[in-house]
C-alpha cells in the first residue's frame, strides 16, 4: 500500500492548482482556507467579478514599470488571499482559527486582513519576504511558516 501525502501537502497542493485560475499577468497566486482538516474557501489573484481581465485590457503596473512588492493600489486584481477572505463573507464562514495555506508569503495588506479574521496559521510555498508583515505575525501570535518544495509537479 503507497503512503498517504501528509495534510499540509495535500492542501499546499491544492493551493497550486487554485492559482491557475489565476487572470494575473505576473504572478499566479492560489491560497486555501483550511479549518479542522477541511477546505472552507479558495481563492487566486485576478480582477474582480464582470471587470475586464488583464490579458483583455493589459496590465497597469506593466505599463507603468511598478515592481513587484509595491504600489499594491495600483493594479486591477484582488490578491489571492483577500479573495479567500471575501468568499467566506459572501457565504458567511469565519476564518477565525482557520489554516491558509498560499502560493506565495502574503503581502503586508493581506498579512494585516488575516490577523483581524483570526486565522490561526498561514503556511506559504514561495517567500515574499516583508519584516513588517512578519513582526505583526509574530506580535498577534498567528503561526507562519515556509513550507519550500515544488507543489505543482508533485
Given at each position: ?12 497542493r ?11 499577468l505576473?504572478r ?6 483550511v479549518?479542522d482538516k ?43 488571499e483577500q479573495?479567500v ?41 514561495e ?9 505583526m ?11 519550500p ?6
Amino acid at each position: 500500500m503507497s503512503e498517504r501525502i501528509p495534510w499540509p501537502v495535500y492542501f499546499m497542493r491544492i493551493a497550486h492548482l487554485v492559482a491557475e485560475r489565476s487572470t494575473c499577468l505576473r504572478r499566479k497566486v492560489g491560497a486555501v482556507a483550511v479549518r479542522d482538516k477541511r477546505m472552507i474557501a479558495t481563492g487566486y489573484n485576478g480582477t474582480p467579478t464582470n471587470v475586464p481581465h488583464c490579458a483583455e485590457v493589459g496590465c497597469i503596473r506593466e505599463r507603468l514599470g511598478i515592481p513587484s512588492g509595491q504600489r499594491h493600489e495600483l493594479c486591477r486584481g484582488l490578491h489571492a488571499e483577500q479573495n479567500v477572505i471575501i468568499q467566506c463573507a459572501l457565504h458567511g464562514l469565519s476564518l477565525a482559527g482557520a489554516e491558509i495555506y498560499c502560493t506565495t508569503e502574503p503581502c503586508l495588506i493581506c498579512t494585516k486582513m488575516l490577523i483581524n479574521c483570526q486565522v490561526k496559521a498561514i503556511y506559504f510555498a514561495e517567500s515574499y519576504p516583508d519584516e513588517l508583515a512578519n513582526a505583526m505575525l509574530k506580535e498577534a501570535g498567528v503561526e507562519h511558516a515556509h513550507m519550500p518544495g515544488d507543489y505543482r509537479n508533485s
